[in-house]
């Protein structure tokens, strides 16, 4: 079953491979990535966010960290920069929260991505449903989304 996520990866020609896994709630990366049998490293979250204007942003992190918030604001020339809530992310991504791919969202968001994640030949990230993972390249992962690249992991 296609989604935005996997129609927009065909339309921009990029190659990847589907793979599913048993969705479990809260269970973020490490669920998928014991799942699927990679270093969780490997698996990049697509977190929804917003600045002091509740100007919606996406952040794409390595699944073994956490995104330092103050960190990416001063990067991203922000004042301040939190995760949205699971109804608003809805709202601005057209996916659910646990399903969140930043391919194919409902509009475009400013895209932040963790520089280190660039430097994984392949990557494992969200293809537009819970428990849905696709792998892709992470050169087509830059050139399909442009994003802006930040340092704001912590372990």
Same mark, same amino acid.
């Given at each position: 079953?296609k *989604? ?8 921009n ?7 599913? !896994?048993?969705? =479990? $709630? ?9 799942? +699927?049998?990679?270093p ?7 977190? =929804? ?5 509740? %100007? ?12 330092? *918030?103050k $960190? +990416?604001? #001063?990067?991203?020339?922000? %004042?301040?920069?939190e995760?949205? %809530?699971?109804? =608003?992310?809805? #709202?601005?991504?057209? !996916?659910? =929260?646990?399903? *969140? ?5 409902r ?6 991505v ?6 994984l030949?392949?990557? !494992? ?12 390249s ?9 994003? *802006? ?7």
């Amino acid at each position: 079953m296609k *989604t935005p996520a996997t129609q927009m990866l065909d339309a921009n020609g990029v190659q990847y491979t589907e793979h599913e !896994y048993q969705y =479990v $709630e809260h269970g973020g990366t490490a669920v998928s990535s014991d799942s +699927l049998g990679v270093p969780e490293h490997q698996v990049v979250k697509t977190l =929804v966010m917003q600045d002091e204007d509740a %100007k919606p942003l996406i952040v794409l992190m390595h699944g073994d960290r956490q995104v330092a *918030t103050k $960190e +990416l604001a #001063r990067q991203a020339g922000r %004042k301040r920069i939190e995760p949205c %809530k699971p109804d =608003v992310a809805q #709202r601005h991504t057209g !996916y659910q =929260v646990g399903g *969140t791919s930043p391919f194919g969202m409902r509009k475009a968001l400013p895209i932040f991505v963790e520089r280190s994640i660039l430097d994984l030949p392949q990557i !494992y990230i969200n293809g537009g449903r819970r428990g849905f993972l696709v792998r892709i390249s992470s050169a087509d992962l830059e050139r399909v989304l442009k994003p *802006t690249l930040v340092d704001a992991a912590r372990s």
